[in-house]
């Protein structure tokens, strides 16, 4: 497979480096992006031992520097970089994605810290509000603005691999199906340039590369994604499949200090949107198993996923009705010794009105039910009533 995959790359690349292949233009990067920000407000069940703030001013924003040009032989290559400012979840302001790309008439090629093929071909349940399917139920933070404390969760969407390096391959779409491929190499987390020592334990820069130490959390991975787009009497047809698989690594005595053991991480799961007259119904399923052991700090999240919704857009109207459950089996959140067994549900209602171009008001308003029998608190549930207004602007 990988050298089908690096195979399939070097032909495009001979095909943009070709004697003929002269630009006729040269790349020059244009602004692109999206803010939103929002205010919430929660109410937690009494019993829960998690303190929120019962209101808030959250959002994010993202800035884009896009470029392209089309060679004479029809290749086209390009360049995106992606800033992250005013980052949700914690997280700090960064930059969030780097990558080139290759395209012409055998398919579309990345090189660069991009999401795999599996997520950006991935579908799920239809949702009006910008807030969209990751905030039901994270895999890596509690929810946003319905917090579910030390219960764990999985997202419908294949995420378990984020922006790392990788070379990612996407087929031409043949009667409405592509398939889409990423390979992922021993990962140094964030996308640094550098090369992970035999134990795991630090890099060795590279050079004009950054040098900072970064934990290595598996030896490669692939994702597999399979989309499908049609319109059959007049009804609109999109479907996904994908596959992951991770392998975590060997037992050295870098990677046993931070908790891993030789292991398999996979995924597998799919979804399916139906749209006719303005009405969207559909949703989205995963299933993750791990025979990776949990450490200090990692938690293992065996479990299983899916997500339901129906949409309405009317003009500038959209309104949706979406709901979503997760189980896990894995260890707490915290990496203790004690089977989880966590539930969530969640239930969502939103809406939201395009005020004019590129600029979006939304709202939405929720229930987040939340199981964990590892004792997180004295009833076992931490129940949370919350809703959300905002803007989401285009540029």
Known sequence: MKKILFGTTALLAAGAFASAAQASD????????YMEYWMAAADQ???????VNSFDIQGESEIWFVGKTTLDNGMTIGVQVELEAGSNNNGDDTVDESYLFLEGKYGKAIVGAEDTAAYLMSVSAPSASDLGGAWVTSEGDAVQYMPTGSVRGLDVIPNTLGDENKLTYFTPKFYGLQAGVSYVPSNNKGGDDGW??????SIVSVSNSESVAKARDFDQAWAFGLAYGTDIAGIGVKASAHYVTIDMGGTDAGRV?????????????????LSYQGFTVGGGIKRKVSSETSGAAQARTDGFAWNAGVMYAEGPYKVSLNYANSKTEGDSRDGGPTDGHDKIDVIRLGGAYALGPGVNMFAEVGYTDAKDETGADASGNEGAYGGVVGLHLNF
């Open 26 to 33: 040269p790349i020059k990067l244009q602004l692109g992006g």
């Open 45 to 51: 069940d009494k019993d829960s031992n998690l303190n």
């Open 196 to 201: 992970a020592t035999a134990d795991g334990t």
């Open 257 to 273: 200090s931070e908790g891993f053991t030789d292991g398999t991480v996979r995924e597998f799961g799919g979804g399916l949107n």
